[in-house]
C-alpha cells in the first residue's frame, strides 16, 4: 500500500527520521532485489561500524529502518496496518519467545524481495544494502529457527480431482467427476487446501450417489435398460443449419492425435457399454437443404470402435448433389439416412468410439478468399460434431473389462453358471465376496483391514446378493452393493492423520506418510508396492523413502504434478474465463480458438521439464517447445506439419520459457487486449511469490482511446494512470515486468506494432532494483539471474503447500529457504526439491492439537 503523505505535524513528530523515512517504509512491503548470496551459501554480511547515541547502540539494520521505514510504519500511521515497533531486531528473531516479531520479519522480507515497496519514483536505499539488510533478516530468523514447527492438517475429504483418481487406480475406471460431485474451494492456489474442503449435508448425498453410480459402471447391468446418451452438442443431430463445432475443435480438415493415419477430422466419445450386447448408433446430420456447399466433393464416413472399423459410407460427391438439387427433402432425409440406427456390437467396460473420414485431399482451399484459418487447408468439406449411442438392444453376456478384471479375484461356480441371477448364495459365495471385498478395501482404506471394517461392507454384500433385492440379486449385485459401500466409506472419503505417539509434534505412521505421499505425487491411492513398505515400518528410511519418490515420479501417474500442481501454481484455469474477442482476433476465436491448444503445449512443457528431472529454471530458459500444425501457424512457424503435438525447438528466443507460452501470455490479458499491469502482477504472484495488494477501491479507470482524438500507446495510457498517486505505488512494480511481454498480443501472437498508433513497441523499463530491461529475453534474464533465486523459493513454496494441503506460515519459512539451499547442491533440479519437501518435519510430522492452537493465540496477541 501506498504511504501515507508526510504532514507538519508527523515531520516534527519523526524529528529523528530522515525525509528518506516515506520511502523505505515502503520497502518492508516490497522490492524485486538482488540479495547478493546465493541461496546454497549464506553467510550473513559483516555489519558496519554500530551508530552510537548516548548510552544505546543503534545497528545498521535499525538504521535502515528509521531512515526509511518508520515514517509510515511508525505506531502513530501504521501504515498496512503495519507497526514497525515490534519488529526487535536485537531480540532472537526467529525463536520461540519472539513469534510476533518473526512473523513481522517474514513480511518484510517478502515485501523487500517483491519491489512493490517503496513506490516508483521515491528514495531507496542502494542495491546492496537493501540486499544484504533482506540476508541478514534470513540469517538471523533461519539460525534461531531450531524448533520443529510441522504445523497440523485437518481432518479433509477427497477433492473432486483425487476422487476421479482414487476410483480410476482402485476399480480401473475413468470416470468425469465433474458429472457427480460438486466444485472445490481454491484456497492458497490449490484445490487440495484442507481448509477449503468441507462438508455438507449436499455433499454427503452425493458422494452416496456417486459412489452408486460409479459402482454400477464399473460392474455393468445385464438387465440394463436400452438408453441414448448424446455426445457433443444435441442441437447438431437433426440440423436445419449448417451444425456448429465446439470452440476450439478447428475446421477438421487435417489428421487430429490419436485417430487412424489417413483420416481427417472427427472426433472420439468413451462410452461405458453396461453388458455385452447390440448398440445403435446415429451421427449427427450432415446434409440440408438450404446450403450445398459441402456437398459438391464425396466424404467418406468411417465409424471405429477402439480403433477397429465397424462402419463405413459416403457422404457427398455428384449423385447427392444432384439429388438434392433435385428432390430437396426426399433427398436430404435419404442422404442423412446412411448416418442413422447403425447397429454395431460392443463388450461391457469402457470402448473408444469415433467418427472421422478418409483425408481425400491436401488442395487449399477453393473459396475466392482466403481461410481465416492460418493452417490453411480445404473449407467445402464435412466435419462430424454429434453422435448418440443406444442400447444396449440384446445382451450376451457380461465380459471381463478391465474394471471387471480389477474387481472380481476370484469367481464362485453359481457366479459362473448362467443362471446365477437370482440364485442363492453358497459358501463358496461368500468366500470369494469377502476376498473381493477385503481386497477393494485394503486399496480405499489404504491400510489393513480388519473384521470390524469387512464384516458391516459384508452385509451389504448379502443384502445385495439375496433373491428379490436391488438389481434382482445374485454375486454380481452383492458384489456392487458392497463395493458402494466402500466408496461411500469415510475412510474412503476422509483423510485423517492422528500421528504416532503422544507428544506435541507427532511422526505420522507408515502408512500415512505412504498416504500423504501418494496423494502429493499422484493425486491418488497408494499402489500395492508403496503399501507393502508401508506395512512393514519400512517407508520412514531415509533410502527407502528416496527411492519410492524416484519410481513414483517416473510412473505415468506423475503426470498429475504438470496437469495440476503445475497448472494450479500458475492459475491456467483463468483461460476458461477468457474468450477472444471475434473482431480482433477472427483467427483465434469460436472453431480456431486455441486456448484447448495452448493447454496441451503448457502441460507437456512443464512436464519435460519437471519428470525429466531438468533444473526448475528451465522453466524459465528452456528453448523448445511442443507444438502440433495449428499451434505452430498460429506462432508463425510453418515447419511443423500435422495434428500430432511434437517437440520443436524455437528459433525466436522470445517465446523460451514460460513467458513465451501462448496460455501465460492470454491468461495475463484481457480477450481484445493486452494488460502490462496483468502480466506484471501474475510475474510478481506466481513467478517472485511477492503478490502486490489489491487495489484500493477508488481506483480511476483506464483511459481508453477515444474517436475524434490522436490515439496513444498503451504504455502512454499506463504512464497516464501511473501518474495518480494511489496508482503509481502498485504499477511501479508491476508495469515494467509486464511491458517488457507487450511484444505478445492478447492471444500470444509476436508483433512489432502498437495496434493503435502503429508505431514501434517499446518494451523498455527499469525494475524496482535499477535493473534495465528491454523485452522478453532481458525480463527472463533478469529473473534468473537474482542471486537470491526467488523463482525457486516461489516454486518451492507451492510445491510445499500442494503438498501438505494446507497454506504456510511464517513458521515454514526456514524449511522453504533450507530446502532451496539444498537443492541448490543439485543445480535445482525438480527431484531433488520434491525429496526435500517429502523428508522436511513439516511432511513427515504433525503438531498437536493443542499446540496449534496455543501457537494461534500467541501470534494473535502479538
Given amino acids: 500500500m501506498p504511504c501515507a503523505p508526510m504532514t507538519p505535524t508527523t515531520r516534527i513528530a519523526n524529528r529523528a527520521v530522515t525525509t528518506g523515512a516515506v520511502l523505505l517504509c515502503l520497502v518492508l512491503a516490497g522490492s524485486i532485489r538482488s540479495q547478493g548470496q546465493a541461496p546454497a551459501a549464506r553467510p550473513a554480511p559483516a555489519p558496519a561500524s554500530p551508530q552510537t547515541s548516548g548510552a544505546a547502540t543503534v545497528t545498521p539494520q535499525q538504521t535502515l529502518i528509521n531512515q526509511y521505514c518508520m515514517g509510515c510504519h511508525s505506531d502513530g500511521l501504521k501504515s498496512g496496518g503495519l507497526a514497525l515497533s515490534a519488529l526487535n531486531l536485537d531480540a532472537p528473531v526467529g525463536s520461540a519467545q519472539s513469534p510476533g516479531s518473526t512473523e513481522i520479519a517474514e513480511k518484510v522480507i517478502r515485501k523487500l524481495r517483491g519491489g512493490l515497496m517503496p513506490p516508483a519514483g521515491a528514495r531507496r536505499p542502494d542495491k546492496q544494502s537493501a540486499a544484504e539488510f533482506v540476508s541478514w533478516l534470513e540469517n538471523k530468523i533461519d539460525t534461531a529457527s531450531t524448533e520443529s514447527k510441522p504445523g497440523r492438517v485437518p481432518l479433509r475429504r477427497l477433492n473432486r480431482r483425487e476422487y476421479g483418481y482414487a476410483v480410476r487406480d482402485l476399480i480401473g475406471l475413468d470416470i468425469d467427476a465433474r458429472a457427480w460431485l460438486p466444485d472445490d474451494n481454491i484456497k492458497g492456489n490449490f484445490d487440495n487446501n484442507a481448509a477449503a474442503l468441507q462438508v455438507s449435508p449436499n455433499f454427503v448425498d452425493q458422494y452416496v450417489y456417486a459412489a452408486r453410480a460409479v459402482a454400477q459402471e464399473a460392474i455393468g447391468n445385464p438387465k440394463a435398460p436400452a438408453e441414448t446418451t448424446t455426445y457433443g452438442d444435441a442441437a447438431n443431430m437433426v440440423i436445419s443449419l449448417p451444425p456448429q463445432g465446439e470452440p476450439g475443435s478447428g475446421r477438421q480438415q487435417d489428421h487430429l492425435e490419436g485417430m487412424p493415419f489417413g483420416t481427417r477430422g472427427g472426433f472420439t466419445a468413451e462410452h461405458n457399454f453396461p453388458a455385452d450386447g447390440e448398440y445403435e448408433l446415429t451421427i449427427g446430420d450432415m446434409a440440408l437443404a438450404r446450403e450445398v456447399p459441402r456437398m459438391e466433393f464425396e466424404n467418406t464416413v468411417i465409424a471405429l470402435l477402439d480403433g477397429k472399423e465397424f462402419y463405413r459410407t459416403s457422404i457427398g460427391g455428384e449423385a447427392d448433389h444432384k439429388a438434392i438439387d433435385q428432390t430437396l427433402d426426399p433427398a436430404v432425409e435419404a442422404i442423412n439416412g446412411r448416418l442413422r440406427k447403425i447397429h454395431f456390437r460392443a463388450t461391457q467396460g469402457q470402448h473408444k468410439l469415433t467418427i472421422t473420414f478418409v483425408h481425400r485431399s491436401f488442395a487449399e482451399s477453393d473459396e475466392r478468399i482466403r481461410t481465416i484459418a492460418l493452417e490453411g487447408g480445404q473449407e467445402r468439406i464435412q466435419a462430424a460434431h454429434a453422435m448418440q449411442i443406444r442400447g444396449p438392444l440384446t445382451v450376451t453376456g457380461m465380459s471381463a473389462s478391465t474394471s471387471r478384471s480389477k474387481i472380481f479375484l476370484c469367481l464362485p461356480a453359481s457366479a459362473k453358471a448362467s443362471a446365477r441371477q437370482g440364485a442363492v448364495t453358497d459358501s463358496s459365495d461368500v468366500a470369494c465376496a469377502r476376498k473381493i471385498v477385503e481386497n477393494l478395501a485394503r486399496h480405499a482404506f489404504r491400510r489393513p483391514v480388519t473384521a470390524e471394517d469387512v464384516n458391516p461392507l459384508m452385509a451389504f454384500y448379502k443384502s445385495g ?388 492452537k496455543l501457537a494461534s493465540t500467541q501470534a494473535g496477541g502479538h
Fill in 465 to 852: 446378493s439375496a433373491a428379490g433385492g436391488p438389481g434382482g440379486g445374485g454375486f454380481d449385485s452383492g458384489v456392487r452393493d458392497a463395493l458402494s459401500a466402500v466408496l461411500a466409506s469415510p475412510h474412503f472419503l476422509y483423510r485423517a492423520e492422528t500421528g504416532a505417539g503422544t507428544g506435541s509434534t507427532r511422526p505420522l505412521t507408515d502408512l500415512e506418510l505412504a498416504s500423504r505421499l501418494s496423494f502429493f505425487i499422484w493425486s491418488s491411492i497408494p499402489d500395492d508396492e508403496l503399501l507393502k513398505v508401508a506395512t512393514e515400518s519400512r517407508l520412514g528410511k531415509p533410502d527407502v523413502l528416496a527411492a519410492q519418490v524416484s519410481r513414483m515420479l517416473a510412473d505415468p501417474r506423475a503426470k498429475t504434478l504438470s496437469d495440476d500442481f503445475a497448472s494450479q501454481w500458475l492459475h491456467l484455469s483463468k483461460l476458461d474465463e477468457i474468450t477472444p474477442d471475434r473482431t480482433q482476433f477472427p483467427q483465434a476465436s469460436r472453431l480456431l480458438d486455441p486456448r484447448g491448444l495452448f493447454k496441451e503445449e503448457l502441460q507437456l512443457f512443464v512436464d519435460s521439464v519437471l519428470r525429466s528431472d531438468r533444473s526448475v529454471f528451465e522453466l524459465l530458459t528452456a528453448n523448445y517447445t511442443f507444438l502440433n500444425e495449428r499451434l505452430a501457424m498460429h506462432y508463425g512457424i510453418e515447419t511443423v506439419k500435422g495434428g500430432d503435438f511434437r517437440r520443436v525447438t524455437l528459433d525466436n528466443p522470445a517465446r523460451h520459457g514460460l513467458l513465451g507460452k501462448g496460455a501465460i501470455l492470454m491468461l495475463t490479458a484481457y480477450p481484445n487486449r493486452t494488460s502490462p499491469p496483468v502480466r506484471g502482477a501474475w510475474i510478481l504472484d506466481r513467478l517472485l511469490g511477492a503478490p502486490p495488494p489489491e487495489p484500493p477501491l477508488n481506483v480511476p479507470s483506464f483511459p481508453e482511446n477515444k474517436r475524434g482524438q490522436p490515439p496513444k500507446t498503451l504504455r502512454a495510457r499506463l504512464e497516464q494512470h501511473r501518474a495518480n498517486p494511489t496508482c503509481g505505488a502498485c504499477h511501479g512494480a508491476m508495469d515494467p515486468l509486464g511491458l517488457a511481454l507487450e511484444n505478445f498480443n492478447a492471444v500470444g501472437q509476436f508483433r512489432a506494432n502498437d495496434p493503435d498508433t502503429l508505431t514501434p513497441i517499446d518494451a523498455t523499463g527499469q525494475l524496482p532494483d535499477g535493473t534495465k530491461i528491454d523485452g522478453p529475453e532481458d525480463l527472463r534474464r533478469a529473473l534468473v539471474s537474482r542471486p537470491d533465486h526467488q523463482f525457486v523459493q516461489a516454486l518451492t513454496e507451492n510445491l510445499m503447500t500442494y503438498a501438505l494441503g494446507r497454506s504456510l506460515d511464517y513458521h515454514d519459512m526456514p524449511t522453504v529457504r533450507r530446502l532451496v539451499r539444498q537443492a541448490a547442491a543439485d543445480d535445482y533440479r525438480f527431484k531433488s526439491i520434491v525429496l526435500g519437501v517429502v523428508s522436511s518435519d513439516a511432511f513427515r510430522r504433525k503438531e498437536a492439537e493443542d499446540q496449534v
